[in-house]
Nanobody, 128 residues
Framework: QVQLVESGGGLVQPGGSLRLSCAAS????????MGWFRQAPGKEREFVAS????????FDADSVKGRFTISRDNAKNTVSLQMDSLKPEDTAVYYC?????????????????????WGQGTQVTVSS
């Protein structure tokens, strides 16, 4: 079992930045690939970014490429999402998720069905 708690959401103006964090507990964090997903009102959940167990491999959705950066600290059991140059269309609830991993690269972990554990989500609103 893995428990995930997100933090860092809020209201930001277009062009601004936010840093989301996800704290994990309950199992060996380094055995899991981690991902961020988001869901806007009236839309389906979508993949944002993923990172491999070791952190050596990351993968971003095209919609956030060059603006968002995923990272992890296995010593602190945390995964973060640095979001820069935010746009109104980035407004959504952001979810942290954990997937049991045998060491595949981050590009494998782009679909929600691969993830066994999910946080409760944190709201990000980009508006002037």
């Amino acid at each position: 079992q893995v428990q995930l708690v997100e933090s860092g959401g809020g209201l930001v103006q277009p062009g601004g930045s936010l840093r989301l964090s996800c704290a994990a507990s309950g199992s060996i964090f380094s055995l899991y690939a981690m991902g961020w997903f988001r869901q806007a009102p009236g839309k389906e959940r979508e993949f944002v970014a993923s990172i491999s167990r070791s952190g050596s491999s990351t993968f971003d959705a095209d919609s956030v490429k060059g603006r968002f950066t995923i990272s992890r600290d296995n010593a602190k059991n945390t995964v973060s999402l640095q979001m820069d140059s935010l746009k109104p269309e980035d407004t959504a609830v952001y979810y942290c998720a954990a997937a049991q991993s045998l060491g595949s690269s981050a590009s494998y972990y782009t679909t929600g069905r691969l993830y066994s554990y999910w946080g409760q989500g944190t709201q990000v609103t980009v508006s002037s």
